[in-house]
């Protein structure tokens, strides 16, 4: 079955480490996308890729860092420059490119202790 | 810029009545909007979108939504609530300029329903 799979599920680190969050999809879609999920604020955007080789910043980009080298696969990496790192990150891919609808991952909870 | 609006953080239903979680857009140009649904600890679903056409949007597990042009407003609808339909909603609307390579979703704050047996 075709989707996309985060990992790890969940993850806890110490102040001040990187981390890379994994997700790769099997649906052979071009754009894929990050977003941060915090309670109350809804899903901000941090990076998205339109085609390999290719990101651009999303609205919350600073402390994180991605890399699009395959068409599968867009990592994450939150560095400890990120001031606030625990919240839950969903990784999506663009289902319909005429319509912009997007396909989501299960998410990935990291907890900075 | 694009966005949208949910101007309720939880809404309360009794199970078996009608349900309503509200949205409403600002676009420049015509809007595409969607409404996913999320359970605890799990990825957005997708329910329904509007792209075009009818104004009602027949959408996934009994839910539609209602496109209203003149009140710029996209309200989800389900005739008859089950408990299992209570998660958290989110309403959303596409940013799409060519100029910039711009494609992307822009999320609400979400809205958690409630339904009680």
């Known amino acids: 079955d075709g989707g996309i799979t985060q990992s790890p599920k969940y993850l806890f680190r110490k102040e001040g480490q990187n981390v890379t969050l994994s997700c790769e999809q099997n649906?052979?879609?071009?754009?894929m996308y990050w977003y941060r999920q915090d309670p109350g604020q809804g899903l901000r955007l941090i990076y998205y890729?339109?085609?390999?080789?290719?990101?651009q910043k999303g609205d919350i980009a600073e402390g994180y860092s991605v890399s699009r080298e395959k068409k599968e696969s867009f990592p994450l990496t939150v560095t400890s420059a990120q001031k606030n790192p625990t919240a839950f990150y969903l990784c999506a891919s663009n289902r319909d490119r005429n319509t912009g609808e997007l396909f989501f991952g299960e998410g990935s909870r990291l907890t900075v202790l | 810029a694009q966005s949208v609006a949910q101007p309720e953080d939880q809404v309360n239903v009794a199970e078996g009545n009608p349900l309503t979680v509200k949205c409403t857009y600002s676009?420049?140009?015509?809007?595409?909007l969607f409404w996913y649904v999320q359970y605890p600890n799990r990825g957005l679903q997708f329910l329904l979108k509007?792209?075009?056409?009818?104004?009602l949007v027949k959408g996934s597990y009994g839910f539609e939504a209602e496109f209203n042009k003149s009140q710029t407003s996209f309200h989800l609808k389900k005739p008859s609530a089950l408990v299992s339909d209570s998660a958290l909603y989110f309403c959303?609307?596409?940013?799409?300029?060519?100029?910039?390579?711009?494609?992307?979703?822009?999320f609400g704050t979400g809205t958690r329903l409630q339904v009680f047996p």
């Open positions: 676009v420049s140009g015509n809007p595409y």
């Open positions: 509007y792209i075009t056409g009818d104004n």
């Open positions: 890729s339109q085609i390999v080789n290719d990101f």
């Open positions: 649906l052979n879609h071009d754009a």
């Open positions: 959303a609307v596409r940013d799409l300029h060519i100029s910039y390579n711009t494609d992307k979703l822009i």
